[in-house]
């Protein structure tokens, strides 16, 4: 996301991106902590949700809730257009060529799962070899840990540079005719940085090999097309971007998905259950077992509209301009230190001040009424990379302020206070 | 009123800065490493016993303020207590930063600064990490212990 010289004119408190308007529309954000206004920056974690989603929640359980794909009465034939219709917008949203691609799973979390055990399992054997980094979430290690246990394939980290950058020289080392998959974060939780994904897709296709890309962070900062990046598989979860928790998506080609093996079994994802033997259903179904978290996926398609409407590009370039300001203010900071200083890099702050541990930082800002996220991440290689057990992360979303940002140095410097 | 300072007392930040009894023991007979997961505190026990008491008492490792200065505290109040008075110290202890019931902060003296870990229920593993190792090593248990 390469907006710094698009951002230039663009004035993000300007009339065409209205931040109070914008606050009004996430009630949660109205409140204080301690006393003192909340300062949400803890949007890596999870995003707040805006009345738009919070309303479409309410009215599908107070007005529509009902099974859906089976029912012959009205609730569920609404219900199921509903779901349907989200499932549209997601492949809008992304750009896939059709909905059959369009897998409703519990999160990225699942999607990473459902590839590695389906995609991974009945394809690899022990002549294979998995490439991942060490940028990665553990969600997005674990998963293939477990499949190399399995098969007896050989599982390679791609290293990271001081910046908290994949070595794509290291990459282009690991990369041999045995390698099947490479599953590599777009944007890094721990340190916000965008990894070259075009470049890493094209070079893993040239040997022939799958990619997966696990968009969980990317996705509510930037516009993503999976055709043009031409990946297999994309994942990302609702609750980032401004949806509910418990739902997420597995984008997969066609072809790959209508090959692959269900993940898991029962009701909706088969055509015709006999006592000997089972039919499976057509795509994305097969990959749908049981009654789903209908709610959320409508939720999710509002918050898709939500973002469309809000204009997802002004609002990345918002974040950008969040992003630089918070940098400049933090750099003025004696004795912090940036974790992570990528040349490409989205809406994480990540640091570590001297003498004083990032649980200690968590608490104190929480004074403040601050919330910010304190510890690994979930990506204890990351931590190891850089020799520290824990970092503390501030992270934007296009609801957050400069005076927000002030807040947050204001409180920085309360920690120094408080243990000098 | 809410006070940060209510948690992050003088002599917090004390022990914090200059943990005491910071180091390991060679000639210890008892060694444990306690392990919070979830933040990453980790800190190994070093314990010298006559099987009465406990003659000597050090600690390394890296963790939070609250992790480091209950550890710096703990071990303060630890040397040269026999082994039944270091269990009772380890019960009131835990009473005092995981329960209402405050009846014997007048005699905890200087550990009575970590009442304030009692409003952030988050922390009070910080707090309990090397109290529960000490508690470990000394039922002579050898499996590091994990709070979570």
């Known amino acids: ?420 | 009123m809410f006070d940060i300072k209510d948690l992050y007392q003088e002599v917090i930040v004390d022990h914090n800065r200059s943990p005491r009894n910071f180091g390991k023991l060679d000639d210890a007979d008892k060694t444990l490493e306690g392990f919070n997961p979830l933040c990453g505190d980790k800190l190994t026990l070093y314990l010298k016993t006559d099987g009465q008491k406990i003659n000597d008492i050090a600690f390394d490792g890296s963790g939070c303020a609250i992790s480091v200065a209950s550890a710096s505290l703990m071990t303060d109040a630890m040397k040269g207590m026999s082994l039944e008075a270091a269990e009772a110290l380890f019960n009131e202890f835990h009473n005092l930063i995981t329960t209402d019931d405050d009846s014997d902060i007048d005699h905890l003296g200087k550990l009575a600064a970590l009442a304030g870990v009692k409003a952030y229920p988050a922390r009070v593993k910080c707090a309990s990490l090397c109290w529960h190792t000490l508690h470990s090593a000394l039922q002579g248990d050898s499996t590091p212990v994990r709070t979570e």
């Not at chain 1, 990302?236 to 401004?242: A, I, P, T």
């Open chain 1, 1 to 420: 996301m390469n907006n710094q010289n698009t951002a230039i004119n663009i004035s993000p408190d300007a009339s065409r991106f209205d931040i109070e308007k914008i606050r009004a529309d996430f009630p949660i954000l109205n409140q204080k902590i301690h006393g003192k206004p909340l300062v949400y920056l803890d949007n890596a974690a999870t995003s707040q949700k805006p009345t738009q989603v919070i309303d479409v929640l309410d009215t599908y359980y107070r007005e529509t809730n009902s099974n859906i794909h089976r029912g012959v009465h009205s609730l569920s034939e609404k219900a199921t257009a509903e779901y349907e219709s989200a499932r549209n917008k997601v492949k809008e949203f992304i750009n896939a060529e059709s909905t059959q691609e369009i897998v409703f799973v519990r999160g990225t979390t699942e999607a990473i799962n459902l590839v590695a055990q389906s995609f991974g399992r009945s394809s690899l054997t022990a002549d294979d070899e998995v490439i991942i980094s060490e940028l990665e979430h553990h969600s997005n290690i674990v998963p293939w840990q477990i499949l190399c246990e399995q098969t007896g394939a050989k599982l390679n980290y791609i290293p990271i540079n001081d910046a908290g950058e994949l070595i794509l020289e290291e990459y282009e080392k690991l990369l041999n005719e045995k390698t099947r998959i490479v599953a590599v974060g777009h944007i890094s939780n721990a340190l916000g940085t965008i990894n070259p994904i075009k470049t890493i897709i094209d070079k893993a296709h040239a040997i022939g090999a799958k990619v997966l890309i696990d968009g969980a962070q990317a996705v509510p900062h930037t516009r993503v097309d999976v055709q043009e990046l031409n990946c297999d598989f994309y994942a990302f979860s609702g609750h980032k971007l401004y949806g509910p928790t418990g739902i997420g998506v597995l984008y997969g080609k066609q072809a790959l998905l209508e090959a692959m093996p269900p993940y898991q079994s029962g009701g909706d994802m088969i055509q015709m259950v006999t006592m000997e033997k089972s039919t499976y259903n057509d795509l994305p179904y097969k990959f749908e077992a049981g009654t789903p978290h209908i709610a959320g996926v409508i939720g999710l398609g509002a918050a898709i509209d939500y973002v469309n409407d809000l204009g997802f590009e002004t609002a990345s370039i918002y974040e950008q301009k969040l992003l630089d300001y918070a940098k400049e203010q933090a750099a003025q900071i004696t004795g912090l230190n940036f974790v992570g200083t990528a040349r490409n890099k989205t809406s994480i702050l990540s640091f570590t001040l001297d003498g004083i541990h990032p649980h200690d930082i968590g608490t104190i800002l929480d004074g403040e009424g601050i919330a910010i996220r304190a510890g690994h991440h979930c990506a204890m290689p990351v931590m190891e990379r850089f020799g520290i057990p824990a970092t503390a992360r501030a992270s934007f979303a296009f609801y957050n302020t400069r005076a927000e940002v002030d807040a947050l140095i204001q409180a920085i410097d309360k920690c120094k206070q408080v243990f000098s």
